[in-house]
């Protein structure tokens, strides 16, 4: 069972920039695609970038060229660089497997300040 484990987030002005690590527990995470997610506060879990197990992108439309996501499968984590934040990027980020969802772990905060 994979256990995954998000930090790195914190406070910031907004045109500022954090990065995200998800540590991920268990074999074989070079096997699998990860994504990372959203929850702002009042609204639903969103996708934000997800990156394939052969290092494929994608990101969703307001994240794109702001965002940039890596993994490192050595040390079976991966990673949301975050640059030029704007308000509306806070949220609690999440990363997962994608498509398919594991467990949640506890998430990370980002809260951008205008």
């Known amino acids: 069972q994979v256990q995954l484990v998000e930090s790195g987030g914190g406070l910031v002005q907004a045109g500022g920039s954090l990065r995200l690590s998800c540590a991920a527990s268990?074999?074989?995470?070079?096997?699998?695609?990860m994504g990372w997610y959203r929850q702002a506060p009042g609204k639903g879990r969103e996708f934000v970038a997800t990156?394939?197990?052969?290092?494929?992108?994608y990101y969703e439309d307001s994240v794109k060229g702001r965002f940039t996501i890596s993994r490192d499968n050595a040390k079976n984590t991966v990673y949301l660089q975050m640059n030029s934040l704007k308000p509306e990027d806070t949220a609690i980020y999440y990363c997962?497997?994608?498509?398919?969802?594991?467990?949640w772990g506890q998430g990370t905060q980002v809260i951008v300040s205008s």
């Open positions: 268990g074999r074989a995470f070079s096997t699998y695609d």
């Open positions: 997962n497997k994608y498509p398919n969802l594991v467990a």
């Open positions: 990156i394939s197990w052969y290092n494929s992108t």
